[in-house]
């Protein structure tokens, strides 16, 4: 970890530093600005998902803080998912993935802006008869058909999530003609969804999902329902998904109306 800019002397009686004049953070507390500092060289890549961030120690000389500050703002970066503390060992960037729940992405372009790998197993694929939850959701008459796919979900060789499938099936007819990414397999053939409504709630794994995702049954989970349209409304993709709970975090941004 190279050394930051020397920062200005910490107000004792305030925990923030004398003379900073950064309107986006003047008055902050002293650990909140550091913790957004760390978690800026994160997002930019100078920590990996895994990586250990150098001692409480280390950081304080390199900030001219004490660790008391240190701790506070490595706490906060914990609460927020960014990195997690493994006692006797030390604070590593989490391998959590955190999906924006305003913007319309898909697994693999997730799991790559945190900087890990993904991969799939596909456990299922075929055309068949739309279910009455597929066609309610995708505004099929019955008896219609969909392409289907399923799949284990990993990043860096890590389960996250169980994933299953239906598109339209004019809209993709083949289903091995879906990649490691089904976004960009539609957006390859003109039919990627632009907007989509989701549904989430909190679950217990059972015993039947969790040894699929390497979890213990009863480990806390997230049960997720999306359907996909396309840009002239219509709706293409039905997705239903199991993630594990510690391995993936879904943010939002709430602004005044």
């Not at 960014?82 to 030390?90: D, P, T």
């Amino acid at each position: 970890m190279t050394a930051p800019p020397p920062p200005p002397p910490e107000d004792a009686a305030s925990g923030t530093a004398a003379g900073d004049r950064d309107p986006a953070r003047a008055g902050a507390p002293r650990y909140l600005r550091l913790a957004r500092d760390l978690a800026d060289r994160i997002a930019q890549g100078e920590f990996k998902p895994g990586d250990a961030l150098p001692p409480e120690r280390r950081i304080a000389q390199l900030y001219d803080v004490s660790r008391v500050t240190v701790r506070r703002a490595l706490e906060h970066l914990a609460s927020d998912g960014v990195v997690e503390a493994r006692h006797g060992s030390g604070t590593y960037v989490s391998r959590r993935v955190r999906q924006p729940l305003r913007v319309l992405t898909g697994f693999s372009e997730d799991v790559r802006a945190r900087g890990m790998l993904p991969s799939s197993v596909v456990l299922d694929r075929g055309v068949g008869t739309a279910t009455p939850e597929e066609a309610i959701g995708l505004g099929l008459s019955p008896g219609e058909r969909v392409t289907r796919i399923k799949r284990l979900r990993l990043a860096d060789g890590a389960a996250l999530a169980i994933e299953s499938t239906a598109i339209v099936h004019d809209a993709l007819p083949d289903p091995d003609a879906i990649g490691e990414s089904l976004y960009e397999t539609l957006q390859a053939a003109g039919n990627r969804p632009v907007r989509a409504i989701q549904r989430l709630t909190a679950v217990a794994l059972d015993d039947r999902t969790a040894p699929v995702l390497e979890a213990a049954p009863g480990s806390p989970g997230l049960h997720i329902v999306r359907v996909g349209y396309r840009a002239d409304g219509r709706p293409i993709e039905y997705t239903w998904s199991y993630y594990r709970g510690d391995r993936w975090d879904f943010v939002t941004e709430l602004v005044e109306p």
